[in-house]
């Protein structure tokens, strides 16, 4: 039997790098990480963005999954599969926090809600499963969008649906970055006047990302009078996203 092709492993070795940290490396953190030499690191990253496996950032230099690769990714999952693994902790996490809970995945440029949970309390409620959402003014978008599951981030002005939503790529580009640095996401009346939503990140095998999970309601309940996030809700969003990825095959994190 013929030997294993070094050059398709250590191709390899850097696609899993990517996929299992934030997502921007630059070029000597990825070569100290595989203890390879930078030209040949250089070589590799080449090569994965001819492939569009890879994207490099413009101003930092700086690689990433590409969306080719991404969307390889995620094509094998169907939207049931996502569903079926993530009822189990959906209704968990909202009876935990006491708000609605949504998971949505990227179809057609925006956010499809796969699932559902009402906030159990006994107020009117309009079940959202198949809606599409905005990918720039939800919280579960913005996951999306900034681990490149739903492609590249839009390059023109984006639509607005409140005063605070955002409007500019610059603005959508520092958000993201946050949320990559921070592993979930926040909205607070970007898109509906009172109400705030938090996400994290729902990984498959491999590590990439196809979809998320998170809450949304009243700006009081899911945020302090700074309009911060309460840190156990953060906390109860993230464990379930965690939950649901290990369930899809995802390495522990």
Not at 6 to 32: D, F, K, P, Y
Not at 77 to 99: C, F, M, T
Not at 235 to 240: C, F, K, Q, S
Request: hydrophobic share 45%.
């Amino acid at each position: 039997m013929p030997g294993t092709v070094q050059s398709i492993e250590r191709a390899a070795a850097v696609l899993r790098l990517l996929a299992g940290t934030s997502g921007h490396l630059a070029l000597g953190e990825i070569a100290r990480s595989l203890d390879l030499a930078k030209g040949t690191v250089h070589g590799i990253l080449s090569t994965l963005r001819h492939v569009g496996f890879v994207e490099q950032d413009r101003a930092s230099g700086h690689y990433r999954l590409g969306a080719t690769l991404l969307n390889l990714g995620t094509s094998h999952l169907d939207v049931n599969e996502l569903r079926s693994h993530a009822i189990n902790w959906a209704d968990p996490l909202a009876a935990r926090s006491g708000e609605a809970v949504r998971v949505g995945t990227v179809a057609d440029g925006q956010v499809l809600v796969v699932h559902h949970v009402f906030r159990p309390d006994d107020t009117f409620q309009t079940l959202d499963v198949g809606s599409l959402l905005p990918l720039h003014a939800t919280a579960l978008g913005k996951v999306l969008l900034a681990y490149g599951a739903a492609g590249s981030a839009p390059a023109e002005e984006l639509d607005r649906f409140t005063r605070r939503t955002i409007r500019t790529p610059q603005a959508l580009a520092t958000e993201l970055q946050q949320v990559r640095d921070a592993g979930w996401s926040r909205e607070v009346e970007e898109m509906t006047p009172g109400t705030a939503s938090l996400a994290a990140p729902i990984r498959g095998y491999g590590g990439l990302v196809v979809g998320a999970v998170g809450i949304s309601g009243l700006v009081e309940r899911v945020c302090d009078s700074h309009y911060h996030p309460h840190h156990h809700l953060v906390a109860l969003v993230r464990e379930a996203a965690r939950a649901i990825s290990r369930d899809l095959g995802a390495a522990r994190r």
